[in-house]
Nanobody, 122 residues
Framework: HVQLVESGGGSTQAGGSLRLSCNYS?????MAWFRQAPGKEREGVAT???????????TFADSVKGRFTISQDNAKNTLYLQMNSLKPEDTAMYYC????????????????WGQGTQVTVS
């Protein structure tokens, strides 16, 4: 089992930046960020798979490509989501998640989730 705790959310104006952090108890082969806005389905935002291994890869939703980056610091047991050029449509609750299987594009089926951190862009 893996415990995940998100932090770094808050409010900012359009065009601003935020960096989210997810502290984890144990690394898994696939870690990802998701978001969910009121009345909308949960959306995969960014994934990092096989970090530190041959074949390691990051992927992003089309809506955030060029604006968001995902990275990991195993020495600090922390996953990051750097969000730049934020837009009002980025407003959502953001969650980190972990899975033992990376498809090459996404985590197969994340089963460990954090409690979420709110991001509001106006």
């Amino acid at each position: 089992h893996v415990q995940l705790v998100e932090s770094g959310g808050g409010s900012t104006q359009a065009g601003g930046s935020l960096r989210l952090s997810c502290n984890y108890s144990r690394n898994r082969r696939c870690m990802a960020w998701f978001r969910q806005a009121p009345g909308k389905e949960r959306e995969g935002v960014a994934t990092i798979g096989n970090a530190g291994r041959t074949g390691g890869k990051t992927t992003f939703a089309d809506s955030v490509k060029g604006r968001f980056t995902i990275s990991q610091d195993n020495a600090k047991n922390t996953l990051y989501l750097q969000m730049n050029s934020l837009k009002p449509e980025d407003t959502a609750m953001y969650y980190c998640a972990a899975d033992g299987i990376f498809s090459g594009v996404k985590c197969l089926r994340p089963r460990q989730w954090g409690q979420g951190t709110q991001v509001t862009v106006s």
